[in-house]
Each structure stands twice: as C-alpha cells, then as structure tokens.
C-alpha cells in the first residue's frame, strides 16, 4: 500500500524558513516524481513544484519561485520542502503527492498545516 | 497562460438529486488531460476521475467525467449524503492547473 506520511503542523514567524518532510512507502522511492501542494485557509489548491527523487531536479512553480526548495533523501524515502522569507499569506495546508502518470495525483499526504504569525 | 473556470462555484442540492459540475480550459485541453478530485473537509484531496472520463477504483458509478477541447463535466447521478465535498478540476499539460473548485452542500 502505497503511504506519504507527513511532518506534523508548525508555528512559524514571519520571515523564517519552515521545513515539512514527506515519507513514502509502499513503492520504490525514485520511480515517482513526488510534487506539493498548498492550500489556504478555505482557498482552493495551488501546485508549489516538483522533486525528481532519482536526479534531484527540480521545477517550481513561478509565484514560489525564490523562495521554495524541494529535495529528496533516498537513504530514507524522504521528500522535504523549504519556503522560505515566510508571511502570513503562506498560512496553509501543505500537501505532498504522487502518481504513477504525469501530473495525475493518486496518493496525497495528510497535509501539514503551517501558521504564520508574529 | 491558460486559465480555468468552474461552475457553480457552490451548489446546494437534495439527496437523490442528479448534480452537474463543469470545468472549462481557455485553451483545448490536449489528449483529455484532465483530472477530477473530491477533497472533503480536513482532507487530503482523492483523485476520483482521470484522464476525463476514467472513474478511480473504490469509487461508485454515480460518479462520471465527460468532454473534450475545452469543456468537461463531472456527474454525480443521484447525490448521496457523503458526496459533500468540494470537487476541483485539474488540467496537465506542461504544468498542473487546478480549477477554483466547486462546493457541494446538501440541502
């Protein structure tokens, strides 16, 4: 069965950096693009980019562009996402996820709720 | 860019009610690359029709995707009490694109 097993919430300050992890199992780790999500406060869902766990590459969506970085730990079957420079507006639901065809999202994280504020 | 829109953006309906969401591309949406999810509140999103009319495993018939180009449909037959959810459309073609989503209420 495949899982994506996420970091729990964080309370961040304006201006940090917050770090959520993303474990998977059930499938072999560099077969699968892992991508995040995020969703605000009853918003709708916005794709942050993407992580390739077999090369590291990467592409990130443009209005994340700067101030996110997406990295995967093949020792442990871990994706990790950075944002950086963090303000309110990034208070929000993250969401890793996966899927065996291109940009077709079949298995999702819980989702790691993130606050913003001073 | 490519944009998208869905419509309602909420709707309110009755049990047994046959419910029609639809999602349009600004551009032809190229081989039905074009994905429905169900998020329901404080949940992860699920995929629940790929590839616009391919119905994921686990979930029942009375749901359906439809279209092609630039228009696309999902159909819930006969809605049921645990269809409340909100539904999002999601294109791929260079980049993944979400629609605004479409919240379902019971009335």
């Known amino acids: 069965e495949v899982q994506l097993v996420q970091s729990g919430a964080e309370v961040k300050k304006p201006g940090t950096t917050v770090k959520i992890s993303c474990k998977v199992s059930?499938?072999?780790?560099?077969?699968?693009?892992i991508h995040w999500v995020q969703q605000a406060p009853g918003k709708g869902l916005e794709w942050m980019g993407v992580?390739?766990?077999?090369?590291?590459?990467?592409m990130y969506a443009e209005m994340f562009q700067g101030r996110v970085t997406m990295t995967a730990d093949t020792s442990t079957d871990t994706a990790y996402m950075y944002l950086r420079s963090l303000r309110s507006e990034d208070t929000a639901a993250y969401f890793c996820t996966m899927g065996t065809g291109s940009y077709t999202f079949e298995h999702w994280g819980q989702g790691t709720l993130v606050a913003v504020s001073s | 860019d490519i944009q998208m829109t869905q419509s309602p953006s909420s709707l309110s309906a009755s049990v047994g009610d046959r419910v029609i969401i639809t999602c349009q591309a600004s551009q032809d949406v190229r081989n039905n690359n074009l994905n429905w999810y169900q998020q329901k509140p404080g949940k992860a999103p699920q995929l629940l029709i790929s590839d616009a009319f391919d119905l994921e495993a686990g979930f029942p018939s009375r749901f359906s995707g439809s279209g092609s180009g630039t228009d696309f449909t999902l159909t819930i037959s006969s809605l049921q009490p645990e269809d409340i959810a909100t539904y999002y459309c999601q294109l791929y073609d260079s980049l993944p694109l979400f629609g605004p989503g479409t919240r379902l209420e019971i009335k």
């Open positions: 992580v390739d766990p077999e090369d590291g590459k990467t």
């Open positions: 059930g499938y072999r780790f560099t077969d699968y693009y």
